[in-house]
């Protein structure tokens, strides 16, 4: 990404997308400010990002820029689960271009992780857990109840 431009609100932020190169400039809604890194971006002909792993709740690329940069993943932005790692680090995102992830990247070699890890899932994951282990105690206690009273 060769630059960034701030708007107001998503329907700027809209209004604007017909008007601008998506491969050369983004659209940022200011909400988003402290997630940019305020360094300019600099253009670096030998930077690279490459997509080496798709999964449905997993992305994984390898970057590699002689300085810092600014890229716009071409996948739906979604904050409601999807986090971001830069090498094993929780690491924020932002929307771009209204729809689209987007991300400073440092400079240097990287491994970036896009994980769907939504809280939903982690509760009912847990809740899961306790109800299996509860059901599992019943049983037993309702076998070890028959066992004893076999036994009189």
Same mark, same amino acid.
């Given at each position: 990404?060769?630059? =960034?431009?701030?708007?107001?609100n /998503?329907?700027?932020? $809209?209004?604007?997308?017909?008007? &601008?190169?998506?491969?050369?400039? !983004? +659209? $940022?809604?200011?909400?988003f *400010?402290?997630?940019?890194?305020?360094a300019?971006?600099? &253009?670096?002909?030998?930077?690279? $990002?490459q997509? &080496?792993s %798709?999964?449905p709740?997993?992305? $994984? %690329?390898?970057?590699? !820029? !002689?300085?810092?940069?600014m890229?716009?993943?071409?996948?739906? %932005? =979604?904050? *409601?689960?999807?986090?971001? %790692?830069?090498?094993?680090?929780?690491t924020?995102?932002?929307?771009a271009?209204?729809? +689209?992830?987007?991300?400073?990247?440092? /400079?240097?070699?990287?491994?970036?992780?896009?994980?769907?890890?939504?809280?939903?899932?982690?509760?009912?994951?847990?809740?899961?857990?306790a109800s299996?282990?509860?059901?599992?105690?019943?049983?037993?206690?309702? +076998?070890?109840?028959?066992? =004893? *009273?076999?036994?009189?």
């Amino acid at each position: 990404m060769k630059s =960034y431009k701030w708007v107001q609100n /998503a329907d700027e932020e $809209i209004k604007l997308l017909g008007e &601008t190169d998506p491969g050369q400039q !983004a +659209l $940022i809604d200011q909400r988003f *400010k402290t997630l940019v890194t305020d360094a300019p971006l600099k &253009t670096d002909s030998t930077s690279v $990002i490459q997509l &080496t792993s %798709y999964e449905p709740n997993k992305l $994984i %690329y390898t970057t590699s !820029a !002689a300085t810092d940069q600014m890229a716009i993943f071409s996948e739906i %932005y =979604y904050d *409601k689960g999807w986090n971001a %790692y830069v090498d094993g680090k929780l690491t924020p995102h932002f929307r771009a271009n209204y729809i +689209l992830r987007g991300m400073s990247v440092p /400079a240097g070699k990287h491994t970036i992780e896009f994980r769907f890890e939504p809280s939903s899932y982690n509760v009912g994951e847990k809740v899961s857990l306790a109800s299996s282990i509860l059901l599992v105690l019943l049983v037993l206690g309702v +076998l070890g109840f028959g066992v =004893y *009273k076999m036994k009189k």
